[in-house]
Nanobody, 125 residues
Framework: QVQLVESGGGLVQPGGSLRLSCAASGSIFSISQMGWDRQAPGKQRELVATITNEGTTDYVDSVKGRFTISRDNDKNAVYLQMTELKPEDTAVYYC???????????????????WGQGTQVTVSP
């Protein structure tokens, strides 16, 4: 069984910063891509940032230059440093990871996408 748990959300004023953290745990053989997506009220979920296990990153245009994704492979963790926050960044943020699960004595052949439960980020005066 695999779990992703996020932390670090909250209320911040426009122009402020927040750092989101997410740790994967459980029966994990390997993790390839990790990332963050978000869903604002009444809007479609969008992918915000991704990072490969080699450290290659990608961002949606609206957060480029303001958000930074990073990961710690030893801790199976991914982070999202958010700066210059805007009211339109308000959303529930979900971490995601492409994980190859393990079992006693081996690993599954396939890898699957997993998501955390989400953490609320509210940007408001």
């Amino acid at each position: 069984q695999v779990q992703l748990v996020e932390s670090g959300g909250g209320l911040v004023q426009p122009g402020g910063s927040l750092r989101l953290s997410c740790a994967a745990s459980g029966s994990i053989f390997s993790i390839s891509q990790m990332g963050w997506d978000r869903q604002a009220p009444g809007k479609q979920r969008e992918l915000v940032a991704t990072i490969t296990n080699e450290g290659t990153t990608d961002y949606v245009d609206s957060v480029k230059g303001r958000f930074t994704i990073s990961r710690d492979n030893d801790k199976n963790a991914v982070y999202l440093q958010m700066t210059e926050l805007k009211p339109e960044d308000t959303a529930v943020y979900y971490c995601n990871a492409h994980i190859r699960p393990s079992f006693i004595g081996g690993a599954y052949a396939g890898a699957y996408n997993y998501w955390g439960q989400g953490t609320q980020v509210t940007v408001s005066p």
